[in-house]
C-alpha cells in the first residue's frame, strides 16, 4: 500500500513539473519575439471571435501561432477584452504585446482633410471616397455649413456621423465669430456673414489677401454697390457641382440667376462653397480701408484700388497680362 501510495505522489509530482514546464513553455513563447518583419495593419471587424483575431492576426504574419496566442490569451483572461479596428503592429512585436495592444484600442487614425472653397458636393465626393469609412451620406447639409479642416476618424466610422461633425464645427465656428464681430457691419445674420465669407474664399486662393478682399466687399455693401464676383456667377451656371471648365463670358455675366451678383443687389441666397475660419474672421472682423475694387494682377494675387480710374488701370495692366500669354501659348 505505501508503495502505491508512493507510486501515487510521484506520478502527481511529475505532472506538476510537466505541467510547470508547458506553462513555462507557453509562457515564453508568449512573451518571446513574434516573426513579424515589417510593420503591418490589421483590421478586426465588429463580431471577430478570439479564434477569428488569431487566425487573422497568423494570416497577416504578426504571430506564428494562432493556437498559443488564443491559449495565452485565455491564460490571462483577456479574451473577453480585446477590441475591433484597425490595428497598426510593429516587427518583432510578441504575443502578450500583440494582446495588450489590442486590448488598449489604439486603433490606427485616420485623416481626411477638406480644402477651404469647396461645395458640399465636393466635400460629400471625398467623404464617398475616403477609405475605411462605412455607410451612406443620408442627410446633404445645405451649402456653406461644413467647416474645411482636417478630421480624424477610425476604421468603420460613419460616414454620416463625420459629416455630423464638419457640420457642427461649422456651427460652432461661425458661432463664436458672429458673437466677436466688429460694430457696423452690413451684415443682419451670421447666414449672411457665412455667405459673404464663402464668396472671399473663391476670389483669392492666398490667405494674406483674405482681410483685403474682405474689406472691398463690405465697402460695396455699404455704398449700395453691387458685388460683382464673378466665383457667384459660376455657382449659378454650375449649381454647386464643381468648377466651370471654360472661361466666363460676357454672355454669362449677363445671365439673370440668383448668385449673379453682377445683376443682383446685395448678397446670393446662400453661400456659394465651405468657406474656412480664415476667411469668415476677414469678414467679421475687416481691416481699415477705402479700396473698392480688385483684379487680377498676373502674379497670383491681385491688385487693388479705392477710384475706378485707379482700377481700371489695374484692368488694363491685367489684359495685357493675358494679351502676352496667349501670343506666347500660341508661339509654343
Given amino acids: 500500500m505505501w508503495r502505491v ?6 506520478a502527481l509530482a511529475l505532472l506538476l513539473v510537466l505541467a510547470a514546464g508547458a506553462g513555462a513553455w507557453f509562457t515564453y513563447r508568449f512573451i518571446s519575439p513574434g516573426p513579424l518583419e515589417a510593420e503591418a495593419t490589421v483590421v478586426l471587424p465588429h463580431g471577430t471571435g478570439l479564434r477569428g483575431i488569431a487566425d487573422r492576426l497568423a494570416e497577416a504574419g504578426v504571430i506564428e501561432d494562432p493556437k498559443l496566442f488564443l491559449i495565452g490569451v485565455r491564460a490571462f483572461g483577456r479574451d473577453q477584452t480585446l477590441k475591433a479596428g484597425e490595428y497598426r503592429f ?50 446633404v447639409p445645405e451649402e456653406g455649413r461644413l467647416l474645411p479642416e482636417t478630421y480624424h476618424y477610425s476604421w468603420g466610422d460613419s460616414r454620416e456621423q463625420l459629416v455630423e461633425r464638419m457640420r457642427a464645427a461649422m456651427d460652432e465656428t461661425l458661432s463664436a465669430l458672429w458673437e466677436g464681430r466688429a460694430a457696423d457691419l452690413p451684415l443682419e445674420t451670421p447666414e449672411e456673414a457665412l455667405t459673404l465669407a464663402s464668396i472671399v474664399e473663391k476670389e483669392t486662393a492666398l490667405p494674406e489677401e483674405r482681410p483685403r478682399v474682405a474689406a472691398v466687399f463690405l465697402n460695396r455693401l455699404k455704398r449700395g454697390m453691387r458685388l460683382q464676383s464673378d466665383p457667384t456667377v459660376i455657382y449659378g451656371l454650375t449649381n454647386g457641382d464643381g468648377p466651370l471648365d471654360r472661361s466666363l463670358t460676357r454672355t454669362d455675366l449677363e445671365t439673370e440667376t440668383p448668385y449673379n451678383t453682377y445683376a443682383i443687389a446685395g448678397l446670393p441666397p446662400h453661400p ?20 473698392l475694387y480688385f483684379v487680377a494682377d498676373g502674379t497670383g494675387g491681385h491688385a487693388f484700388a479705392s477710384s475706378l480710374k485707379e482700377h481700371n488701370r489695374n484692368v488694363a495692366k491685367w489684359r495685357k497680362v493675358q494679351r502676352e500669354r496667349a501670343k506666347a501659348e500660341s508661339q509654343e
Fill in 5 to 10: 501510495f508512493l507510486r501515487i505522489v510521484a
Fill in 90 to 139: 510593429e516587427p518583432g512585436m510578441s504575443g502578450r504585446a500583440v494582446m495588450d495592444h489590442i486590448i488598449s484600442g489604439a486603433t490606427v487614425v485616420r485623416k481626411l482633410t477638406i480644402p477651404e472653397g469647396l461645395t458640399v458636393q465636393e466635400v460629400l465626393a471625398l467623404v464617398d471616397g475616403a477609405e475605411a469609412l462605412d455607410g451612406d451620406i443620408e442627410t
Fill in 272 to 291: 456659394i462653397a465651405n468657406p474656412g475660419k480664415t476667411a469668415i474672421s476677414a469678414v467679421l472682423n475687416p481691416i481699415e480701408s477705402n479700396e
